[in-house]
């Protein structure tokens, strides 16, 4: 079965400090990895996709096919960065996203 | 705002009561999702459609739940007979094909009380 595995309910630093927020997937395919966040009174967004091979905000992810992992990194923490972070994963084109159960970032001056 | 649109935003009813909400997508995008997520848990996926074709139902859609999308823009999805386990926010999502990225309502917050 696949599933999306976030170990940390919340996650407390302070800024400046580095960031990162764990995942892990189970899946036998090659699955699509993404990077969701929700700040705070705001919708779901996407912040980065495996495939794009980019850095949003700061934020870089990289899939470790070996150790079935998409952690999200970030080297210098903003207060601005606090919010719910999901990490997802998608089957194959078109099929539905699947959910870990999200991290809360917490960044503190 | 051209996002996702979703109504109501909040709802609350009574146990055993039928409630619908509307979904309505960025107008261009042919694929729309349902999830629904509970306090504490990321969203679940419950069905998605391509255009007016429902594609895929999980297994978390019970006999209480149906979907719609009959003209393949706006989309509704019914509960029959509420519950209180129905208590969850309900999301929906575009998206405007397989690799692109979905986009997210606001959410219609339900309580069954």
């Known amino acids: 079965a696949q599933r999306v595995t976030q170990p940390e309910k919340l996650l407390s630093v302070f800024k400046g400090a580095p960031v990162e927020l764990k995942c892990n997937y189970s899946?036998?395919?090659?699955?699509?990895l993404f990077w969701y966040v929700q700040y705070s009174r705001q919708r779901l967004q996407l912040l980065l996709r495996?495939?794009s091979r980019e850095s949003i905000k700061g934020f870089t992810a990289d899939l470790n096919k070996g150790e079935t992992s998409f952690h999200l990194k970030k080297p210098f923490a903003q207060e601005e960065d606090s919010a719910m972070y999901y990490c997802?994963?998608?089957?194959?084109?078109?099929?539905?996203?699947?959910f870990g159960k999200g991290t809360t970032l917490s960044v503190s001056s | 705002d051209t996002g996702v649109s979703q109504n109501p935003r909040h709802k609350i009813t009574k146990r055993g009561q039928n409630v619908t909400f509307r979904c309505d997508p960025i107008?261009?995008?042919?694929?729309l999702y349902w999830y629904r997520q509970t306090l504490g848990q990321g969203p679940e996926f419950l069905t998605y459609?391509?255009?007016?074709?429902?594609?895929?139902k999980s297994r978390l859609l019970s006999d209480r739940f149906s979907a719609e999308r009959p003209k393949g823009s706006f989309s509704t999805l019914e509960i029959q007979r509420t519950e209180q386990g129905d208590s969850a926010m309900y999301l929906c999502?575009?998206?405007?094909?397989?690799?692109?990225?979905?986009?997210f309502g606001q959410g219609t917050r339900l309580t069954v009380v």
């Open positions: 999502a575009s998206s405007s094909g397989g690799n692109t990225e979905a986009f």
């Open positions: 899946y036998s395919g090659s699955p699509e």
């Open positions: 495996h495939i």
């Open positions: 997802a994963l998608k089957r194959q084109a078109g099929t539905a996203l699947i």
């Open positions: 107008s261009e995008h042919n694929r």
């Open positions: 459609f391509q255009n007016e074709a429902q594609l895929e």
